[in-house]
């Protein structure tokens, strides 16, 4: 990319201006503007790899907030993105409909279980989340149980952040300033658990006893729990065991509580298997898909209803409709990738890719596992954790700090507070793995020594 030195000057003078323009006009997310330090251009991508406005490369290492899955700019997503955009670019989905929308709503409920066979299309991870709290909760006005209203969620699930998902995510302590917005939601105790956890079945017993307790007492007036299903994302990389999922979701639907799974981070693949609910073996009545389902190419989700909920829906006045929708609902060149995508995880072996890469990341744990400053060490499909003893909190001057190292060295690994984490996209190489356990190894070092610290 460095290869014509004439070029460097006049790339680099571009760049400055976009930080200018950007410094002058844009707001970014969750980001403290007084503190930041300047952004990254980025020019292009490829693999696992982004390369900014100087051609530095930058290995992808969290899959740009967990999207990215086979890989930027991978030729066949490419090929049916420019193919879709020759042929229609999008039409409002009221009154009307097209094959990538109805092809990727036949695939989707072709590889989840049971009857989860509706598709609801909208746009991201928080949209899927209000639609999925929505039908939870109007189906039981539809039903004539209005009494069900009652909504829960685990402490330290996090599910976006629009005013529901914010809602149902208030035990991840992340939106105190909008608390008196929230609508109401019941917490329960998350049992997280790591390699080498011996108090985990106390836990589980904890938090189903919770669960059973108040299932007794006020059963009847719940309308929905929520979960992500084995891993808590934003909270850390949180797991739980897929044992525990299956008695709380046994339990849940013997109360006939319906039961969503927010597989926004844990869809495609990042688990080990396509979907985490296949670990657990049990059918939710909702699953709510985004950020992996289009390869991390654009924005578009997915809120997969079991057939008994549509059909709650069903009757002659628009009064039992669900009334929710979005002006991009179904679009079709999100479709179509998503579409691009799915093939793929068929023709490269993706599912085995992702397997190779666990198997690597049990060679980082083995190397940090003796380290007196790692604590709770966790491996589930691509994702690889632990915690930094005595790390920062989310966003703090350790943690920032850290990031920046990694950035400095071409690595892009954001901390969650004292977490440390690597999602890869799954067409990493071998020799890129290597290197990003050497850097994630040295930032370490570099934190223990004092080396990063700020003036
Ligand atoms: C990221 C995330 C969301 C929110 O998705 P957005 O696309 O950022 O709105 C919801 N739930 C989970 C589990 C997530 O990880």
């Not at 109401?184 to 080498?196: D, I, Q, R, S």
């Not at 356990?437 to 223990?448: F, N, S």
Request: glycine share 10%; with cysteine.
């Amino acid at each position: 990319m460095n290869d014509d030195p004439s070029r460097d000057g006049p790339l680099r003078s571009a760049a400055k201006d976009v930080i200018a323009q950007d410094r002058r006009h844009v707001w970014h997310p969750f980001t403290q503007h007084g503190t930041e330090e300047e952004p990254i251009v980025i020019v292009r991508a490829k693999g696992a790899s982004l390369f900014d406005c100087e051609g530095r490369e930058i290995l992808d290492l969290i899959s740009s907030w967990w999207t990215c899955t086979h890989g930027h700019s991978h030729p066949k997503i490419n090929a049916a993105l420019a193919r879709q955009a020759e042929a229609f670019e999008h039409v409002m989905f009221a009154g009307f409909t097209h094959e990538p929308a109805v092809n990727l709503a036949s695939a989707l409920a072709g590889l989840l279980p049971g009857d989860l066979n509706r598709v609801f299309f909208s746009d991201d991870g928080s949209t899927s989340v209000e639609v999925a709290l929505k039908i939870a909760y109007q189906s039981w006005i539809n039903r004539g149980e209005p009494q069900r209203r009652m909504l829960l969620a685990f402490d330290g699930g996090y599910h976006g952040d629009t005013l529901g998902a914010m809602s149902l995510g208030r035990g991840s302590q992340m939106f105190s300033p909008f608390r008196d917005l929230m609508c109401k939601v019941c917490v329960l105790p998350y049992p997280g658990t790591f390699e080498g956890d011996k108090a985990v079945g106390e836990r589980e017993a904890g938090a189903l006893s919770a669960f059973g307790a108040l299932l007794a007492e006020r059963g009847n007036t719940i309308a929905a729990m929520i979960i992500e299903p084995l891993l808590q994302g934003s909270a850390g990389m949180r797991m739980c065991r897929p044992s525990f999922l299956r008695r709380l979701v046994d339990m849940a639907q013997a109360s006939g509580v319906i039961v969503i799974f927010d597989e926004v981070a844990t869809g495609f693949g990042r688990t080990g298997k396509l979907f985490a609910l296949e670990q657990a073996g049990v059918v939710p009545e909702l699953v709510c898909l985004s950020k992996g389902l289009t390869a991390g190419y654009m924005p578009l989700a997915a809120t997969v209803a079991r057939d008994g909920l549509f059909d709650a829906f069903i009757g002659d006045s628009f009064g039992r409709a669900l009334p929710h929708g979005h002006s991009f609902t179904g679009n079709p060149l999100a479709c179509a990738v998503a579409l691009a995508s799915l093939a793929l995880f068929e023709e490269e072996k993706t599912l085995e890719r992702i397997a190779a890469i666990n198997t690597r990341h049990r060679t980082l744990l083995a190397a940090v596992a003796d380290r007196p400053d790692v604590v709770r060490p966790r491996l589930l499909g691509s994702m690889v954790a632990f915690d930094v003893k005595d790390g920062g909190a989310y966003q703090s001057d350790q943690s920032r700090a850290l990031r920046a190292w990694y950035l400095g060295r071409g690595l892009n690994i954001r901390p969650l507070g004292s977490t440390l984490y690597l999602m890869p996209p799954y067409c990493i190489s071998e020799s890129e793995l290597s290197r990003a356990y050497a850097g994630l190894v040295e930032g370490l070092d570099a934190a223990a020594s004092g080396v990063l610290s700020r003036p």
